[in-house]
């Protein structure tokens, strides 16, 4: 009796054993994304220290993804890129307005080439903006509305090629609008429009120190005697377009 008590008891510590490592065995292995996003993983700073992190979460990364698809590009040619970059900045629903070259043939054009006036490129702007607050259309108007729209090869004191106007369309909607909008203001003004209309191929960043350059730099001469004037006729004319905080 005594031994089979602890024959049946060893039978069952077997049995337990045995269930045990059989469900280790089946349990699913997690090498998905998903699976190690909460891991602590160790980041390397600059002085070889290390410190734990946590990765990022793929439903994060696709909040991030929604959210930059709200916002809508475009770009426009108008003389002196500090300035056009001033007009939208003002504009209520422009996220951010950045200063390039545009319309050209030459591959990552600087600053000095785009002067010589043979780059084919123009000072361009890239405007960033919210659809649900400002419409391509209106940022038409504000285009044509903060400049010497008959004036032909450039803006105000900046003369050549380089400074010329320019209108571009990404597709067809664009382009209609941007072409009943010219040929509305021709007939109003009863001579032609100088700004060229053209498809969008690519737009090349400037230099940083070109960026922000009317805010940061209020004192320069150019800015004091140009860019503020402009930018403040303007702001004359659009006053319902302008951000609460426009400077």
């Given at each position: ?59 994060q990364n696709e909040a991030t993804a ?24 003002s504009v209520k629903g422009v996220e ?91 007939e109003e003004l009863g001579e032609p ?55």
């Open positions: 009796m005594k031994n089979r008590i602890i024959f049946s008891a060893l039978l069952a510590a077997s049995i337990a054993l045995s269930l045990f490592f059989t469900s280790c065995d089946n349990a699913p292995k997690h090498t998905d994304s998903a699976a190690v996003s909460t891991t602590p993983e160790l980041a390397l700073h600059t002085d070889g220290t290390a410190s734990e992190g946590v990765l990022t979460e793929p439903a929604t959210q930059n698809q709200d916002k809508a590009t475009a770009y426009f040619a108008s003389g002196c890129f500090w300035c056009v970059e001033a007009v939208y900045e951010e307005s950045v200063s390039g070259y545009s319309g050209g043939h030459t591959k990552n054009p600087t600053y000095e080439d785009s002067n010589t006036g043979k780059t084919g490129h123009a000072e361009a702007v890239k405007v960033i903006y919210d659809p649900e607050v400002i419409s391509f259309s209106q940022l038409v108007d504000v285009y044509f509305g903060s400049q010497n729209p008959t004036q032909a090869n450039g803006q105000g004191p900046d003369h050549g090629s380089q400074y010329r106007s320019i209108l571009f369309y990404q597709n067809d909607a664009e382009k209609q609008i941007i072409e009943q909008k010219k040929a509305a203001l021709a429009v100088a700004a060229e209309v053209k498809p969008f191929e690519k737009f090349w960043e400037a230099e940083g120190y070109h960026q922000n350059y009317e805010a940061q730099h209020p004192e320069n001469p150019y800015i004091q005697k140009v860019s503020i004037p402009r930018l403040n006729r303007f702001k004359e004319k659009f006053p319902e377009l302008l951000k609460a905080n426009s400077h």
